[in-house]
T-cell receptor, first 113, second 113 residues
Framework: AAGVIQSPRHLIKEKRETATLKCYPI?????VYWYQQGPGQDPQFLIS???????DKGSIPDRFSAQQFSDYHSELNMSSLELGDSALYFC????????????FGPGTRLLVL | GDSVTQMEGPVTLSEEAFLTINCTYT??????LFWYVQYPGEGLQLLLK?????DKGSNKGFEATYRKETTSFHLEKGSVQVSDSAVYFC????????????FGTGTKLQVIP
């Protein structure tokens, strides 16, 4: 079965650079969620989109922005990167806004040097 | 707000031992409950879920029962294998219209031969 696809899988950036992470949800899933998992931490919710509109917002820094496109894929844009942004970034998708199960992608591991 | 509390790890067991990982939760509504597993260097995989009180989720020999009276969702397996070594996250998604998944801090399981 098709799963959530994230790209790139690994990314190395310097401080103050920008990064763009991409997420392709499971086909026919219309809701996308972004999470950040710091080293040894549990995943923390950043932001979500339903039908291309932001639907919920968590602990996403102002330096980050995200959007969902007409084909339902989503991009997380990160600017002025800091060392503390080094983490595993997960995207998850669900079939409808209130679907109880979110399916997670493999994550993008971002390292900021 | 919502929260999930898991027993701290790491948990080290011998192969074929019985596993219990305790999980309790606090939620304002009637949440759905999940166990996710994260193998070393990989993403989050849904292990099992339960959407209402007294439901039992099961998968790959693991099981957990949604106990509303004790607000618990303990993970159990009768006989663990080395391949079960991973980090296990208990999680909930509230029914109150909010979409994010709230995770516990994770419990690392190491199974030795």
């Amino acid at each position: 079965a098709a799963g959530v696809i994230q790209s790139p899988r690994h990314l190395i950036k310097e401080k103050r650079e920008t990064a763009t992470l991409k997420c392709y949800p499971i086909p026919r899933h219309d809701t996308v969620y972004w999470y950040q998992q710091g080293p040894g931490q549990d995943p923390q919710f950043l932001i979500s989109f339903y039908e291309k509109m932001q639907s919920d917002k968590g602990s996403i820094p102002d330096r980050f922005s995200a959007q969902q496109f007409s084909d339902y894929h989503s991009e997380l844009n990160m600017s002025s990167l800091e060392l503390g942004d080094s983490a595993l970034y997960f995207c998850a998708s669900s079939a409808r806004r209130n679907a109880e199960t979110q399916y997670f992608g493999p994550g993008t591991r971002l390292l900021v040097l | 707000g919502d929260s999930v509390t898991q027993m701290e790890g790491p948990v080290t067991l011998s192969e074929e031992a019985f596993l219990t990982i305790n999980c309790t939760y606090t939620a304002t509504g009637y949440p759905s409950l999940f166990w996710y597993v994260q193998y070393p260097g990989e993403g989050l995989q849904l292990l099992l879920k339960a959407t209402k009180a007294d439901d039992k989720g099961s998968n790959k020999g693991f099981e957990a029962t949604y106990r509303k009276e004790t607000t618990s969702f303990h993970l159990e397996k009768g006989s663990v294998q080395v391949s079960d070594s991973a980090v296990y996250f208990c999680a909930l998604r509230d029914s109150g219209g909010y979409q994010k998944v709230t995770f516990g801090t994770g419990t690392k399981l190491q199974v030795i031969p």
